[in-house]
């Protein structure tokens, strides 16, 4: 006889509850709440095939409310993937398992995307309905046809990006997008009324959702809902009544069971309330089996993608557009074409100049910006915009929502098939930060195309001017950001950023700037992160580190210094983090390892000084802006901040002569 799918759920329940008290440490509420909805989607509903996780044509299933990790990982387990193993989840929260706290994409196959940060696992889904219906446009039904489906928690449904993600799905209609709200009325602190007193479902209705409700505690109830979900042309939210801790008979509904051990007792106690006497991690066989043949359900159907796809004529294309790297032949025709007439043009303009070339070679880009497309140069000639009418178009209008925009992205990107790019103002990374940590925590090839990147964009002043923001997304580990001097340069950054498995943000300048790379080399000198552009003439007292406009600054202050027989490198900086993996030797020689009194080391970049003692030393000098910035014309601006020619040549000559005074 087949087991209930109350039996089904109770493993679950089971799992999460023996795993979280092995590790004395985790949230049982939220897996033992929701199991019963998570049954009724995995063994009804979820297009997956264990066998191969990566399946392109598999539905995709966010779960949003991380903490549950425990829910996935015994769904994982008991559908039968490699991974995770009994032994992997009885290590749950240890170092070597792929169990991590939460939800690591890079941990298990069969985990989409790192969830853990509420409202993002949500943001993330909605990048993943809107990949996918982009290329079901392109592909057709026959190698597109998916669904995103996402657990969320109340959390998710309160964070701020979730208004971002909910008005981005809306409009864009993506009715294959799912979400099925734990609506256990329970958050860490309490009960939800201390904190919200809105009607959840009137605001997504309000939004263009499709809501509908159901006992979350039942899953064929929860079934019906799906049906009539599935049946809806909008998005849809399930709002899924439950109880946080189910099963847990003292505990169960209150917030204890949020993030905590229930105890050897109220363990025990569970498993006489739900019927379960087996040991810890283990699952009886009817149950095991019972899960494992739901685990199958999906091989069939992906026997026959195969042969859709042998069959299309398009196997080979559409395998590389998701795997292969991106088509580099752009490059070199587009740098040609840039030393033959070298532009003076902002590296915001140069960036869409490489976009032109970047967009017809690799079909695989979507565009887009935060409602600042003109200024951003994001959107090309060609390029249409992706609508509800027209999901081939590869534009994005993400609307004023920096934080959804980048956590849309990692969706797309993490999705697979397309790379998304998109752009707002530099200093508005901070609204969407959060994501761009995820970007980088999972490796997705995101780009962040960020204009306006200094003081240098004038007179909107100190609100508008980035001044702790480079410096402050060097922090994150994993994420490459380049901020290139002239239009070679931001050719070569766009080249790496394309060709790396590591999101890239283009910090690129409004203003301007001169042609500082002329002469054609082999190489691209972006790709060491820093390279000499000028060597000293006179004996080298002064190396210039420089990034950006202020390459430009660096170049005539050296030129000045010159005059009065001080030798001075000027080396371009354009990737800080490219240029700390570099050989020993290549460092050395841009930056030899000697006393700041031999060759004093100078950065110049009009922004935080802060940080920049990693390569100019404590003794050396730090030529930035360390206050927030001022409202006039950028000229202006970089007068009354010293970062001049002759200010930066004047105080390093000044700097020189005290010290050999001492
Ligand atoms: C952005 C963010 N803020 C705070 C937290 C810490 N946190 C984890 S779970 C949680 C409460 C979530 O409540 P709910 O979504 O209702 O989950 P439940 O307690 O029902 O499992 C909080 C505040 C977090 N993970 N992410
Ligand atoms: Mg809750």
Same mark, same amino acid.
């Given at each position: 006889?087949?087991?209930?799918?109350?039996?089904?759920?109770?493993?679950?329940?089971?799992?999460?509850?023996?795993?979280?008290?092995?590790?004395?440490?985790?949230?049982?509420?939220?897996?033992?709440?929701?199991?019963?909805?998570?049954?009724?989607?995995?063994?009804?509903?979820?297009?997956?095939?264990?066998?191969?996780?990566?399946?392109?044509?598999?539905?995709?299933?966010?779960?949003?409310?991380?903490?549950?990790?425990?829910?996935?990982?015994?769904?994982?387990?008991?559908?039968?993937?490699?991974?995770?193993?009994?032994?992997?989840?009885?290590?749950?929260?240890?170092? *070597?398992?792929?169990?991590?706290?939460?939800?690591?994409?890079?941990?298990?196959?069969?985990?989409?995307?790192?969830? =853990?940060?509420?409202?993002?696992?949500?943001?993330?889904?909605?990048?993943?309905?809107?990949?996918?219906?982009?290329?079901?446009?392109?592909?057709?039904?026959?190698?597109?046809?998916?669904?995103?489906?996402?657990?969320?928690?109340?959390?998710? %449904?309160?964070?701020?990006?979730?208004?971002?993600?909910?008005?981005?799905?809306?409009?864009?209609?993506?009715?294959?997008?799912?979400?099925?709200?734990?609506?256990?009325?329970?958050?860490?602190?309490?009960?939800?009324?201390?904190?919200?007193?809105?009607? +959840?479902?009137?605001?997504?209705?309000? /939004?263009?959702?499709?809501?509908?409700?159901?006992?979350?505690?039942?899953?064929?109830? +929860?079934?019906?809902?799906?049906?009539?979900?599935?049946?809806?042309?909008?998005?849809? %939210?399930?709002?899924?009544?439950?109880?946080?801790?189910?099963?847990?008979?003292?505990?169960?509904?209150?917030?204890?069971?949020?993030?905590?051990?229930?105890?050897?007792?109220?363990?025990?106690?569970?498993?006489?309330?739900? =019927?379960?006497?087996?040991?810890?991690?283990?699952?009886?066989?009817?149950?095991?089996?019972?899960?494992?043949?739901?685990?199958?359900?999906?091989?069939?159907?992906?026997?026959?993608?195969?042969?859709?796809?042998?069959?299309?004529?398009?196997?080979?294309?559409?395998?590389?557009?998701?795997?292969?790297?991106?088509?580099?032949?752009?490059?070199?025709?587009?740098?040609?074409?840039?030393?033959?007439?070298?532009?003076?043009?902002?590296?915001?303009?140069?960036?869409?100049?490489?976009?032109?070339?970047?967009?017809?070679?690799?079909?695989?880009?979507?565009?887009?910006?935060?409602?600042?497309?003109?200024?951003?140069?994001?959107?090309?000639?060609?390029?249409?915009?992706?609508?509800?009418?027209?999901?081939?178009?590869?534009?994005?209008?993400?609307?004023?929502?920096?934080?959804?925009?980048?956590?849309?992205?990692?969706?797309?990107?993490?999705?697979?098939?397309?790379?998304?790019?998109?752009?707002?103002?530099?200093?508005?990374?901070?609204?969407?930060?959060?994501?761009?940590?995820?970007?980088?925590?999972?490796?997705?090839?995101?780009?962040?195309?960020?204009?306006?990147? /200094?003081?240098?964009?004038?007179?909107?002043?100190?609100?508008?001017?980035?001044?702790?923001?480079?410096?402050?997304? !060097?922090?994150?580990?994993?994420?490459?950001?380049?901020?290139?001097?002239?239009?070679?340069? &931001?050719?070569?950054?766009?080249?790496?950023?394309?060709?790396?498995?590591?999101?890239?943000?283009?910090?690129?300048?409004?203003?301007?700037?001169?042609?500082?790379?002329?002469?054609?080399?082999?190489?691209?000198?972006? *790709?060491?992160?820093?390279?000499?552009?000028?060597?000293? @003439?006179?004996?080298?007292?002064?190396?210039?580190?420089? &990034?950006? /406009?202020?390459?430009?600054?660096?170049?005539?202050?050296?030129?000045?210094?010159?005059?009065?027989?001080?030798?001075?490198?000027?080396?371009?900086?354009?990737?800080?983090?490219?240029?700390?993996?570099?050989?020993?030797?290549?460092?050395?020689?841009?930056?030899?390892?000697?006393?700041?009194?031999?060759?004093?080391?100078?950065?110049?970049?009009?922004?935080? &000084?802060?940080?920049?003692? !990693?390569?100019? *030393?404590?003794?050396?000098?730090?030529? =930035?802006?360390?206050?927030?910035?001022?409202?006039?014309?950028?000229?202006?601006?970089? @007068?009354?901040?010293?970062?001049?020619?002759?200010?930066?040549?004047?105080?390093?000559?000044?700097?020189?002569?005290?010290?050999?005074?001492?």
């Amino acid at each position: 006889m087949q087991p209930t799918q109350r039996r089904l759920a109770n493993a679950i329940r089971a799992l999460a509850m023996d795993a979280v008290q092995a590790a004395n440490s985790g949230h049982p509420g939220m897996p033992m709440g929701m199991a019963d909805a998570a049954t009724a989607l995995f063994t009804r509903y979820l297009k997956f095939d264990p066998k191969d996780p990566r399946w392109p044509d598999r539905d995709r299933f966010v779960l949003s409310a991380g903490h549950g990790s425990m829910l996935l990982y015994a769904l994982l387990y008991l559908t039968g993937y490699e991974r995770p193993t009994i032994e992997d989840i009885r290590n749950f929260r240890q170092i *070597g398992s792929p169990c991590a706290g939460h939800p690591e994409n890079f941990e298990l196959p069969g985990v989409e995307v790192t969830t =853990g940060p509420l409202g993002q696992g949500f943001a993330m889904a909605v990048g993943m309905a809107i990949a996918e219906r982009h290329l079901n446009a392109i592909y057709g039904d026959d190698l597109v046809d998916h669904r995103t489906y996402v657990i969320a928690g109340d959390g998710d %449904l309160m964070e701020g990006v979730n208004h971002e993600a909910v008005g981005l799905a809306g409009n864009l209609k993506l009715g294959r997008l799912i979400v099925l709200w734990d609506d256990n009325r329970i958050t860490i602190d309490g009960s939800t009324e201390l904190s919200r007193n809105e009607d +959840v479902m009137a605001r997504y209705a309000a /939004s263009a959702w499709h809501t509908v409700e159901c006992d979350g505690l039942d899953s064929g109830k +929860v079934s019906k809902a799906i049906d009539e979900a599935l049946a809806d042309p909008r998005p849809s %939210l399930i709002r899924c009544k439950t109880i946080i801790g189910y099963g847990a008979p003292n505990k169960q509904g209150t917030e204890a069971t949020h993030g905590a051990a229930l105890g050897a007792d109220e363990v025990a106690a569970a498993r006489k309330e739900l =019927g379960w006497d087996s040991p810890p991690f283990e699952i009886p066989a009817d149950v095991l089996s019972a899960w494992r043949e739901f685990g199958n359900r999906g091989g069939a159907e992906h026997s026959e993608w195969n042969r859709r796809l042998e069959q299309s004529g398009k196997s080979d294309e559409f395998m590389a557009r998701l795997c292969a790297a991106p088509d580099d032949s752009w490059l070199k025709p587009h740098l040609d074409s840039l030393l033959a007439t070298p532009p003076k043009v902002a590296t915001r303009k140069a960036s869409e100049m490489a976009l032109e070339a970047i967009n017809a070679a690799i079909p695989s880009t979507i565009g887009g910006s935060a409602d600042l497309t003109g200024s951003n140069n994001t959107k090309t000639k060609a390029l249409q915009a992706l609508t509800a009418e027209n999901y081939a178009g590869r534009y994005i209008y993400y609307g004023i929502r920096e934080f959804g925009m980048a956590a849309a992205m990692n969706g797309m990107a993490l999705h697979g098939g397309v790379i998304p790019y998109g752009g707002t103002f530099l200093v508005f990374t901070d609204y969407a930060r959060p994501a761009i940590r995820l970007s980088a925590l999972q490796r997705a090839r995101v780009v962040y195309v960020m204009t306006h990147d /200094s003081i240098g964009l004038g007179e909107d002043g100190p609100t508008h001017q980035p001044i702790e923001h480079l410096q402050s997304l !060097r922090a994150i580990p994993g994420l490459e950001v380049y901020r290139p001097a002239d239009a070679v340069e &931001t050719a070569e950054c766009w080249a790496l950023a394309l060709a790396s498995d590591k999101p890239g943000i283009l910090a690129l300048s409004r203003q301007n700037l001169p042609a500082v790379r002329t002469q054609a080399v082999g190489e691209n000198l972006c *790709g060491r992160g820093a390279y000499r552009l000028k060597s000293a @003439e006179s004996p080298r007292k002064v190396i210039f580190l420089a &990034t950006g /406009s202020e390459v430009e600054v660096a170049l005539g202050a050296a030129a000045k210094l010159e005059e009065q027989g001080i030798g001075a490198d000027v080396v371009s900086m354009p990737c800080t983090e490219r240029f700390d993996t570099q050989p020993a030797n290549y460092r050395e020689d841009i930056l030899p390892d000697v006393s700041n009194r031999d060759v004093l080391r100078v950065s110049v970049e009009a922004g935080t &000084t802060f940080g920049w003692e !990693r390569y100019t *030393g404590l003794h050396g000098l730090r030529i =930035g802006i360390d206050r927030f910035g001022v409202s006039s014309p950028a000229s202006d601006a970089y @007068e009354f901040f010293k970062i001049t020619p002759d200010a930066v040549a004047g105080r390093v000559a000044d700097y020189l002569k005290q010290r050999d005074m001492r």
